[in-house]
């Protein structure tokens, strides 16, 4: 009996030493941006919130996120294109609080090295993206200790784009972007992103914003979109488009040019600043970026849409 229990115990003893020597102390992972294909705003929240529909796509374009645990606090190195504070107020910093928080995993130390490659404030979703991928990076290196809705109501509180990040597969997004639908049949598609010299603050968007609610044709267009059709033309809208090209004209210019460059719809995304055009083949892609870049509107990229990774 004696023996039984010792061998019970030194079983588990075992079985929690070898979850911790296969904690992962380092870990590598892609945060994509996004596109908004369409965004409709249908409401206001009495906090002050906005209720929206919008087809979410996630792009090829990637800031990385390299972990390693520490014995220290929680820090941040950032490098690559576009400069972010590396402290409390970068997302990924209090991605990585909160899920502490959340496992119980007390004066654990790790340095997130972070390489953004997303312009920011360009409506391209980067710092939402990050806080996702430090939520799915350190459920992974700590044996996933959340289960996916609780990751899901961590993302929520962090910001309003988290929980689409946590998915990494196209969405139609309602609520205040929370409430996720995955879109199975997203065409295959290159999508040539704008990005201006200009930084637009989605705050500000929000809060210039003088809307007529209009819910109706959208939600159709939805439904259409979930039996399989889809009509791009009808899906290319951005509410938040016309007040910023009231302040912007560059917004409109950058549009125009697009379409000539051969694009079959083009629309800003989310809050802007970036602007995309959508193409239907490869080479005509290309080809628009080497004519829009000959006009010095801003940076240029050329993206497909990426599923899980
Ligand atoms: P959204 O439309 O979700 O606001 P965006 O693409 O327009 O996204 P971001 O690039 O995410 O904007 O940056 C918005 C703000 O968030 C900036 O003021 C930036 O300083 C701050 N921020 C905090 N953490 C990050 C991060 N890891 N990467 C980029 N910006 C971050």
Redesign the pocket.
């Known amino acids: 009996m004696r023996s039984g229990i010792a061998q019970f115990i030194s079983g588990q003893l075992l079985t929690r030493y070898l979850v911790l020597v296969t904690l992962l102390k380092k870990y590598s992972i892609k945060a994509p941006?996004?596109l908004n294909i369409g965004l409709k705003i249908t409401g206001q929240r009495p906090d002050g919130y906005h209720e929206l529909i919008s087809i979410m796509v996630p792009i090829s374009l990637f800031?990385y996120l390299d972990f390693r645990l520490t014995s220290n606090n929680i820090k941040?190195i950032?490098n690559g294109d576009?400069l972010?504070?590396a402290d409390e107020?970068?997302?990924?910093?209090?991605a990585a609080q909160d899920f502490f928080i959340l496992a119980g995993i007390n004066s654990q130390g790790l340095t997130i090295h972070?390489t953004?490659k997303?312009?920011?404030?360009?409506?391209?979703?980067?710092?939402?993206?990050?806080?996702a991928a430090t939520l799915l990076a350190l459920n992974n290196m700590f044996d996933h200790p959340l289960a996916f809705n609780e990751l899901h109501n961590a993302a929520v509180r962090l910001?309003?784009?988290v929980a689409f990040f946590l998915e990494r597969s196209p969405c139609i997004a309602k609520g205040i972007g929370d409430i996720l639908e995955p879109i199975r049949n997203w065409p295959r598609y290159w999508y040539v992103i704008i990005t201006p010299k200009l930084?637009?603050?989605?705050?500000w968007v929000y809060q210039s914003l003088n809307l007529k609610l209009t819910i109706c044709k959208f939600g159709f267009i939805i439904d259409q979109l979930k039996r399989g059709k889809i009509d791009l033309n009808a899906l290319m809208v951005n509410d938040l488009e016309p007040m910023v090209v009231s302040h912007f004209p560059l917004i409109g210019a950058l549009k125009k040019a697009l379409l000539k460059a051969g694009a079959i719809g083009a629309l800003m995304?989310?809050?802007?600043?970036?602007v995309f055009g959508i193409f239907t083949s490869h080479e005509q892609a290309y080809e628009a970026k080497d004519a829009l870049l000959s006009q010095q509107f801003g940076v240029v990229f050329v993206v497909e849409c990426v599923h899980h990774s």
């Not at 920011?120 to 939402?128: D, I, N, P």
């Not at 995304?269 to 970036?274: Q, V």
């Open positions: 941006a996004k800031d941040i950032c576009y972010v504070p107020r970068n997302l990924a910093y209090r972070l953004k997303i312009p920011v404030e360009a409506g391209l979703g980067g710092g939402s993206s990050d806080a910001g309003a784009d930084n637009i603050s989605t705050s995304s989310g809050s802007g600043s970036s």
